[in-house]
């Protein structure tokens, strides 16, 4: 595990985050020595106190179920258009892919050398008549 900055672990010990004992004491131990690790963890607190008492200042909106059935009715819609756009984008892709493979067979059966012994019989007749 890798060791966490001090600063972060500064600003999560404000934020009541959950941390080891090896964690708070090093906190402890340099907010003893540096001052200016101090002074950040004062400023932290002060703008933790600020944003909450910006969250409490702001009054929540209130709740309207005709428009939330509304916003999830339209959210719908929009993945349902996702869905159509992306399926036909499959389709094309696998039709693209269907007739590369059909190009590269006809290209292999066309053009490929014949595996196998041969029997060609104007080497054979050129062979008995020279024997």
Known sequence: MT??????????AVRA????A??????????????????ARRAQEALSADLA???AALPAP?????????????????????RGRRSRFRAAAA????????VAVAF????????GPQDDSADAAASVAAS
């Open 3 to 12: 060791r966490r900055p001090i600063e972060e672990l500064i600003v999560g």
């Open 17 to 20: 985050e959950p941390m080891d």
């Open 22 to 39: 090896d964690e708070q004491a090093r906190i402890a131990g340099a907010l003893a020595l540096s001052p200016e690790l101090a002074a």
């Open 53 to 55: 008492a910006l969250r």
């Open 62 to 82: 209130p709740q309207d179920p005709a428009r939330e059935q509304s916003l999830l009715e339209a959210f719908r819609a929009a993945g349902a258009r996702r």
């Open 95 to 102: 039709a693209a892919g269907i007739a590369a493979a059909a």
């Open 108 to 115: 292999a059966v066309r053009y490929a050398a014949p595996i």
